[in-house]
């Protein structure tokens, strides 16, 4: 019995691990570069649905400049 529920198990924590990376990719990245764009472009900036990619990357480098300040001040 057990091996025929592992396998089931294993998709199942899969999926939900895929989820909260999608959640955390969306909510978070993306939420933190929308913000930064706001407050440098003074709300000009994102666009609604045309600046997404800008918006995910933007997030990214501001996460990954806050993590090295981090790592410098520790």
Known sequence: ???VLEPLG???LRILKWIVVDAIIDFVITGTG???LKLLTFGKYPRAG???GRTFAVGFVSLAIV???L???A
């Open 1 to 3: 019995m057990e091996d």
């Open 10 to 12: 294993r998709f199942i």
């Open 34 to 36: 929308h913000v930064v």
């Open 50 to 52: 045309r600046d997404e």
């Open 67 to 69: 993590l090295v300040c």
């Open 71 to 73: 790592a410098l001040i």
